[in-house]
């Protein structure tokens, strides 16, 4: 029989126990039986979705019955219930979000009667433990689901926290047996509990470490230790094991002893046969590769499972931290290396520097001095280096590092009264002295914006509107200009209101003025480029990003304008559509009388890439939704003729496409107003209109 026909056939007995006790009123006993009903369609339900959906209206019926009425209920459905429950709980192990959801619903039940649900639990779960054969994958995962996911079934496991681990070292020779299972789902899981025992029972796990009673954690030490230690094990164990090692230090409440255990585990990067010592636990280690794995497996994990005493705390007689002199030298090793994992290493760096971020104040208490200079000089040269990184998502953790690290230098300075701050000045140098091609230069840039300033970053960096041009000229460099660009706008906005008095904010107009002092010209110079790719990334990065962040710009740009040039009407064009998908209005109101008048002048312009400009803002919306209107419709009706015998592959193409953007909106309109007329039968008249214009134009 299947988890599932056993938990249906549970569902079924429950019903008839709720039906035969006479305590509880029919109200009571129909909301309980739809209760049951959704838990079992839980069940029967194929898909992920339909199954969250009937487990939420579960959860929704329960919430609904009075707590007076559920405390009538009898033991014996109480019991069929929370079997139910505590059955759809281990059926959904491996899902962390059902089995939560299950068991906010035992909560409930607890809060009704504690002892039915704990020694329901409690049974289950002796039997787990006590069971004679090992654990299979599934064991492994229905404990890590009681760890992670059951109040009652982590109290439990508190006080049995020993069988567990004498359960998970038991797995260790049937792991080590076969060379496949060490890369394998068993293995990972067995690390993974292991990890989950350390985090969420630290009491009894760390008095396991000063027992004479040791042993099975000693073992489970070992176990970890190897894993780390040897390559044939897959990477993400071996990561995982390094966590999990280091939540196991985390566990010894002395902070000295804590402290050296933590510098012990430091001594993966030896070469020759070492001694680690965890609490009164002592194993002998050997590393048996030299891949940089098990140094950066031990990091990882003593960077996200130490707390800051312990990361800064000064190690024996020497004014050492595990942060500064332990960790760092390892990591800034491991990014110098050739190594096949990168973004692995870097991923590490930027912890570490979120942990110096975090510890800031606690190294001042103990070293009552600023970041030492060749740190930050150490730290500039791993950031920058990782900025031109061809591999998916190392620039994107290199920029989040570089913020981090400015905001370090910031708040270092003004602890220490450092108002001069050169070290942003030696960075704008040498940004500045860049080639324009160098995607490095872009990256700090953003970083240091928010703490020097637009005007000082033009001034060490004159040329910088010229490069973010160039840049919008070549495709794989347009993204960061973009962003530059984005960034110094904000940045300005967020300096005029600064700057500004409350009495006297600036208007939308006047921000725009001052915008347009400084980025009209370079905006119109793309807009009318004779570069088809520097216009179209200007249309889509530049404009975009101005009349988001200074919404009065719209006019200032329409206003500089000649449109008798086909270059300027073509900016006209675009200018309009990022006004459109910016603002989700119509632009043809009668509060721009010559709007339509401009349009048709380009839609009959003699360049076709003018008349396709236009024809995408007459077709294009966003929202797809909106419906045609009626000088839309007759544009297009006397555009389409004139359009159809073009030689110009590309431009049948991209004139098919508007068109079929422009069919999306009659059809969507159409189908919105069927579903209204269902609805709202006062705005039929409307809704007919939308409807028989729609249908007709398109025929």
Known sequence: MTNSSYSVEQGEAVLKCIRLDDQISSFVKDMLESFVQKLTENVRDAGKRSRERSLEEASQILDKIPKEALLLLQPAPLLRLTQLLLALQIDAATTSSTSRKLDQMLQVLIKINYTIVHEEVKQYLMELLNQRQVFSLKDLQTSSMFLEDSAVGREILKRECTALIRKLTELIPVILSAEEARSGPLCYQTVKVCLQAFQLLPEPVGQMLHSKESTNMRHALEFLMSIILEEVFGRDIRMLAGTAVAMLISTVTDEQRASSAAWSLLQISKAEPWRLTIGDLRVDCHSRCQDGVDILAVCRGLLTCCTNKALVRSHGNHKMCLLLDGLFPLISRLCGEKLDYHYYIFQVFSIWMKRLKECLGELWEVTSAPLNADLRVDLVEI?????????????????????????????????????????????????????????????????????????????????????????????????????????????????????????????????????????????????????????????????????????????????????????????????????????????????????????????????????????????????????????????????????????????????????????????????????????????????????????????
Not at 454 to 466: D, Q, R
Not at 565 to 591: D, F, I, K, N, T
Not at 678 to 695: D, I, S, T, Y
């Open 383 to 699: 950031i920058w280096s990782r900025a031109e990184s061809p591999l998916d998502g190392i620039a994107e953790v290199a920029r989040n590092a570089f913020s981090v690290f400015m905001e370090i230098y910031e708040k270092d300075c003004l602890h220490f009264g450092n108002t001069e701050k050169g070290l942003y000045v030696e960075l704008l140098n040498r940004i500045s002295k860049l080639p324009w091609e160098s995607k490095a230069k872009y990256l700090p840039l953003v970083a240091i914006l928010p703490h020097t300033g637009t005007h000082k970053v033009l001034e060490l960096y004159p040329t910088l509107p010229s490069h973010i041009l160039k840049c919008l000229s070549t495709n794989h460099l347009s993204p960061s200009a973009s962003d530059v660009y984005r960034c110094l706008l904000q940045q300005q906005r967020q300096e005029l209101i600064v700057c500004a008095t409350s009495e006297a904010l600036p208007s939308e107009q006047d921000m725009a003025n001052h915008w347009a002092q400084r980025w009209l010209t370079l905006v119109l110079e793309a807009l009318t480029s004779e570069s088809p790719l520097l216009q179209t990334n200007a249309s889509t990065h530049l404009l975009p990003s101005t009349l988001r962040t200074f919404p009065a710009a719209f006019d200032t740009l329409l206003s500089a304008l000649d449109l008798e040039a086909p270059s300027h009407l073509h900016a006209w064009a675009c200018v309009m559509s990022a006004q459109r998908a910016s603002s989700g209005h119509s632009l043809w109101g009668a509060e721009r009388p010559h709007t339509f008048r401009t349009l048709h002048l380009a839609l009959s312009c003699l360049d076709e890439s003018v008349r396709l400009a236009a024809l995408n803002l007459l077709c294009s919306s966003p929202k797809t939704r909106e419906a045609p209107s009626e000088m839309e419709y007759s544009a297009l009706r006397d555009v389409i003729p004139f359009n159809l015998n073009s030689e110009s592959s590309p431009f049948r193409q991209h004139l098919q496409a508007a068109i079929r953007k422009f069919l999306v909106r009659v059809r969507d309109s159409c189908m919105g107003s069927i579903k209204d007329l269902r609805c709202k039968q006062r705005l039929k008249k409307e809704k007919m209109a939308v409807l028989e214009q729609g249908v007709g134009e398109s025929l």
